[in-house]
């Protein structure tokens, strides 16, 4: 029984509360053991014994109970568990998780946890997308939580939109997949902090245009989900894209250049740094502050080059990261240019790929890589971007010493 993940499932009072049944025999199918909390507005939906029916195990409801607390108080409650799930999530129970409010048991579990928190939103459309939802959910993102939907259809209120809680089955496999690569306090790379940078950057050209690259994200994003896999503290300093926040990362949304740099130098000291960005070599120089207009002639836009991340990163100094990892991209000459890349940008590691239109790597699922050290070149075949990202954070692991779980 030692390998059996654990979850307490936090449920609040949404009508969306009797899909934790299914949730729950979906999660214990896939031998994950539940243990539940139910809020006083969730016991308003599903009864205690339901879920105490289906999760096998007792039902905790009251943070001043005697009993309870005697047999588990409520912090031991959230450290017991590997996982904390909230589904349903209320727009209520969100505002308190952001303003970490501990007025009953579910509040306080939550505030008290320092195990990855999984929630899955339900509510009525106009409260999803009130300001106060958004930035509830923005400010709870980039502390690591992640979130599962909500997804569009019909609500129960007889309004249609977002802001129905997903479907059990995609729940279940969210709780899976962070289950599988959550940061593992016995990690190879438990201890040690990770810094990616992933994604393209956006350069403003007036206040309504930017110039960008094809760059998707999903090669950064995997390689601090696999990093934080093996146990280290990571950052993932994101430009814009399209993926969700990896959960158990926290991250950073920034859209420029210089503004990825200030990122990453504010989340040092670090002991690994990985730089995945596709980031913009220029940026426009005296950027208009109104919108440029057309006047029959040709625009001319003066670029001036962005200051080199990598490159600052890598700088010697007491500070710096002990391990350094660029990428180059490359459309030919691929060794030759990404040695000649190590050398003048002075990092450690410099991961080579070809990003030719016929590669299909840029925004692709697979990515063809040599891992370029001072030893030489490894060829590694063609892989996901997943386990590039698996193969990268365990080759850190081995070169960092860990001693392996
Ligand atoms: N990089 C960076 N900051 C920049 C430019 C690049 O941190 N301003 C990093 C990238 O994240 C990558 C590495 O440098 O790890 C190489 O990026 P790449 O685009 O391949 O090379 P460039 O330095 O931009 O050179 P070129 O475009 O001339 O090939």
Request: glycine share 10%; hydrophobic share 45%; with cysteine.
């Amino acid at each position: 029984m030692g390998d059996v993940k654990r979850v307490l499932l936090i449920v609040s009072g949404g009508i969306a509360a009797y899909k934790c049944l299914e949730l729950i025999r979906l999660l214990r199918g896939r031998e994950i053991s539940v243990r539940c909390v139910l809020t006083e507005g969730g016991a308003q939906f599903v009864t205690p014994l339901s879920l105490a029916a289906l999760s096998g195990d007792k039902v905790y409801q009251d943070l001043f109970s005697l009993t309870d607390e005697n047999e588990m108080g409520h912090i031991e409650l959230s450290r017991d568990a590997d996982l904390l799930l909230v589904a349903p999530a209320t727009a209520n129970l969100l505002a308190k998780m952001r303003a970490g409010l501990a007025d009953d048991l579910a509040s306080t579990a939550l505030l008290a946890t320092d195990k990855p928190v999984l929630a899955a939103p339900a509510m009525n459309v106009r409260m999803w997308e009130h300001p106060a939802t958004r930035e509830n959910i923005r400010d709870l993102k980039s502390r690591g939580i992640g979130f599962i939907g909500p997804v569009e259809g019909e609500m129960a209120c007889g309004e249609f939109g977002l802001g129905r809680m997903a479907e059990p089955e995609a729940i279940a496999q969210a709780v899976a997949k962070t289950l599988e690569s959550a940061g593992a306090p016995g990690g190879r790379l438990a201890g040690k902090r990770a810094v990616v940078t992933s994604g393209p950057t956006h350069e403003a050209i007036d206040p309504v245009r930017y110039l960008a690259n094809h760059s998707s994200g999903r090669q950064g994003h995997a390689i601090a989900r696999a990093l934080a896999a093996e146990g280290a503290d990571t950052v993932l300093i994101s430009g814009p894209t399209q993926l969700p926040d990896p959960a158990g990362v926290l991250v950073r949304h920034v859209a420029s250049a210089l503004q990825m740099l200030e990122a990453c130098e504010a989340e040092l000291p670090a002991d690994i740094v990985v730089c995945a960005a596709a980031v913009a070599d220029w940026r426009v120089q005296d950027q208009p502050r109104q919108k440029l207009k057309k006047n029959g002639k040709a625009a001319v836009i003066q670029l001036i080059e962005n200051p080199d991340i990598l490159a600052t990163l890598s700088k010697p100094s007491t500070s710096r990261p002990r391990l350094v990892v660029g990428f180059a991209a490359e459309t030919q000459n691929i060794i030759d240019h990404a040695i000649g890349k190590r050398d003048a940008k002075g990092c450690d590691w410099i991961i080579a790929n070809d990003v030719s239109p016929e590669s299909g790597t840029f925004g692709g699922d697979t990515n063809t890589v040599h891992l370029i050290d001072e030893a030489g070149v490894e060829d590694w075949p063609t892989l996901t971007k997943d386990e590039v990202g698996r193969r990268l954070a365990e080759r850190i692991a081995l070169h960092l010493g860990g001693q392996g779980r």
